[in-house]
C-alpha cells in the first residue's frame, strides 16, 4: 500500500551532490535505505529550482538514474505560488499591499 511521509528538514552542504546526500540521509532517516528505494520509492516532488529538476543533473534525474520506475514532479503549489507572483507584478495595487506587509513582517 503506498505512503506518504514527510521526510525531515535538512541543511543541504552544497547546491548539488549535497541536496541528494541530504534526500538519502532524509529517506534513511524513515527507515528506506538506498536499497529499499530501489523497490519502494515511487514518486519524488520538489520546486523547480535546476538543481532539482535539471534534466541532466537535478536531483530528480539522479534518482530516476537511481531507481527508474521512479517519478519525478514538480511541487504543484509551489508552482500557483509563482503564478501568484507572476501575476500580482502587474497590479499595483497588490504590490504596494505585498511591500506594506513585508514591511511590518521587517519591523516585528
Avoid: W
Amino acid at each position: 500500500m503506498p505512503v506518504t511521509k514527510f521526510a525531515d528538514i535538512r541543511p543541504v552542504k552544497s547546491g548539488n551532490a549535497g541536496v541528494l546526500q541530504a534526500v538519502d540521509e532524509s529517506l534513511e532517516k524513515c527507515g528506506m535505505s538506498i536499497e529499499d528505494q530501489k523497490k519502494k520509492l515511487i514518486m519524488s516532488n520538489f520546486d523547480g529550482a535546476s538543481v532539482n529538476m535539471g534534466k541532466k543533473g537535478g536531483v530528480g534525474k539522479l534518482l530516476t538514474d537511481r531507481v527508474p520506475h521512479q517519478v519525478t514532479a514538480q511541487c504543484v503549489a509551489h508552482r500557483l505560488e509563482l503564478v501568484c507572483l507572476d501575476t500580482a507584478k502587474g497590479i499595483p495595487y497588490l504590490q504596494q499591499f505585498d511591500e506594506t506587509v513585508n514591511s511590518v513582517f521587517k519591523l516585528y
